[in-house]
């Protein structure tokens, strides 16, 4: 299914709902406007009539008065009644809600007009003194009865009304707990399927990017959406080209590595020979600028080392001799060659008295802690001490090389060990091409190790390593290392 498809149904169904809901509760409200006037019609109804009842017999009252006492004061008085009885019989035709209601209005009113023109004749002498019976005739009692009858269908009406309302109030209580239950409903359904759709097939495609970033297979998502399955038959496509590409770079790097190998191995070889045969005669200036053309050599060829292991881990291959090794001799060898290597910096080993074994190719250590000795020196450019230190914590070996150099930014702690990648602060001022702390991290990965970084912009940096430990079973043993030099920049500290 498409997005577009999936978009329109979804919002089609809640365009749907709405228009119900709303059309639903239009029609409640409108039901019960109606029954609230109704109610109010019915209420002045009411009122009017029994206003109209006691009129009625203020009339007869004062009507009795002015022929009991001639006043012509009840005679007003009366008159006053009759045009309160014309307003109220007015009021109540207004708010006429049925023909049978019209039926009794006109009914009373005509009973009440005879029973007043009665009341006129006969009244129409002061001092004409008639009986009760007469007083309250059938006229009278006719038009209190239809007055009665009307006050009695404005209840029933007034009644009718509250049930409606009432009956109303319940449907729209029904219409709430349905539209909740319908919402409690749909949500769970249309969450089910947005992730069957959209979130796990994301999931998938991010799982196949991070694959293909670490190193893994590439494969295409063939669920969810029509455009995600797009998307990810274009990223296996982008891949697939991107790793024909890598297969190419990866050749010819080999080639280029393995050219440049054997010039830089005759010219160090010619320069170490040159010094052994010839060191007596050959003049200082000379034998200085052959020392300097032995280190570059050896400098290169370490070069060289890392882009050949940086082709084979990116090939997926990278060859390890291992066998049991004393990793604190390995780091004392390394901390060896570094000593004279800079007059600026001084060099301190801290290593514990006992030997700590691993199971490790003695080469690829080498590898990793050369490199890290020699970025210590490289990036502390104005000197310092480097301090490097070999301990154990529970079953791992724990090599740490902390320098006072110029430090790591935060946001880059995690780009230096990617190849070809290296600190902007220090790209244009200190050689290098960044392939260094890449292939030391491929080496600690393929002994199932960690390498770890802490750094302080200006304050330095310190690298740790963790590599599993285990027993000496067999292997080179511990073999003393002896300072050749009284006057290099090197310290051990031994450690109990």
């Known amino acids: 299914m498409r997005l577009k498809a999936f978009a329109t149904i979804v919002l089609s169904i809640l365009s749907v709902l709405t228009v119900g809901v709303s059309a639903a509760l239009i029609g409640m409200t409108t039901a019960l406007h109606g029954t609230s006037t109704k109610l109010l019609e019915s209420k002045r109804s009411i009122t009017a009539s029994l206003e109209l009842k006691n009129t009625l017999l203020n009339f007869a009252h004062k009507d009795l008065l002015w022929i009991s006492t001639g006043d012509t004061r009840h005679l007003g008085m009366r008159r006053e009644a009759q045009e309160n009885m014309v307003r109220l019989f007015e009021e109540i035709r207004h708010y006429t809600a049925s023909e049978h209601e019209a039926h009794l209005i006109h009914s009373a009113t005509t009973a009440v007009d005879s029973y007043i023109d009665e009341r006129t004749r006969i009244g129409a002498t002061p001092f004409n003194v008639i009986s009760p019976a007469e007083q309250l005739s059938e006229k009278f009692e006719e038009a209190a009865r239809n007055l009665q009858s009307l006050s009695l269908l404005n209840i029933e009406q007034a009644e009718a009304a509250y049930m409606a309302s009432s009956m109303y109030n319940k449907q729209a209580n029904l219409l709430g707990i349905s539209i909740t239950v319908l919402f409690l409903a749909t949500v769970p359904l249309l969450s089910l399927v947005l992730r069957e759709s959209l979130y796990k097939p994301m999931r998938k495609l991010a799982q196949v990017m991070q694959d293909f970033r670490q190193g893994g297979s590439i494969y295409s998502v063939r669920s969810g959406i029509d455009e995600l399955q797009k998307i990810s038959d274009a990223f296996v496509e982008m891949a697939t080209e991107i790793q024909k590409q890598k297969e190419t770079r990866v050749q010819y790097l080999a080639a280029a590595a393995h050219d440049l190998r054997n010039p830089i191995s005759a010219i160090k070889m010619g320069a170490d020979i040159t010094v052994a045969r010839y060191n007596d005669v050959i003049p200082s200036q000379v034998l200085q600028l052959l020392q300097v053309i032995q280190r570059q050599a050896t400098h290169l060829n370490r070069m060289i080392g890392d882009l050949l292991d940086t082709v084979r881990s990116e090939g997926g291959e990278i060859e390890l001799n291992r066998d049991i090794q004393d990793l604190g001799l390995i780091v004392k060898e390394c901390c060896a060659l570094f000593c004279n290597y800079s007059q600026d910096h001084r060099i301190t080993i801290s290593i514990g008295a006992t030997p700590v074994f691993a199971h490790v190719?003695?080469?690829?250590?080498?590898?990793?802690?050369?490199?890290?000795?020699?970025?210590?020196?490289?990036?502390?450019?104005?000197?310092?001490?480097?301090?490097?230190?070999?301990?154990?914590?529970?079953?791992?070996?724990?090599?740490?090389?902390?320098?006072?150099?110029?430090?790591?930014?935060?946001?880059?702690?995690?780009?230096?060990?990617?190849?070809?990648?290296?600190?902007?602060?220090?790209?244009?001022?200190?050689?290098?091409?960044?392939?260094?702390?890449?292939?030391?991290?491929?080496?600690?990965?393929?002994?199932?190790?960690?390498?770890?970084?802490?750094?302080?912009?200006?304050?330095?940096?310190?690298?740790?390593?963790?590599?599993?430990?285990?027993?000496?079973?067999?292997?080179?043993?511990?073999k003393d290392w002896v300072e050749t030099d009284s006057h290099n920049s090197c310290e051990i500290l031994t450690v109990t």
Do not use: C, W
């Not at 902390?402 to 070809?420: L, M, V």
């Not at 091409?433 to 960690?450: D, P, Q, T, Y």
């Open 361 to 478: 190719d003695a080469s690829r250590i080498s590898q990793v802690v050369n490199n890290l000795i020699s970025n210590a020196i490289k990036y502390s450019p104005y000197g310092g001490e480097v301090l490097v230190t070999l301990s154990v914590e529970t079953n791992d070996a724990v090599l740490s090389v902390k320098d006072s150099g110029i430090g790591i930014a935060d946001n880059e702690r995690d780009s230096i060990f990617q190849p070809f990648r290296r600190a902007n602060a220090t790209r244009d001022t200190i050689p290098g091409v960044g392939l260094g702390l890449f292939a030391s991290k491929k080496i600690v990965l393929s002994h199932g190790g960690r390498i770890d970084l802490a750094s302080e912009i200006g304050s330095g940096s310190t690298f740790m390593v963790r590599i599993p430990i285990g027993p000496p079973t067999h292997g080179t043993g511990r």
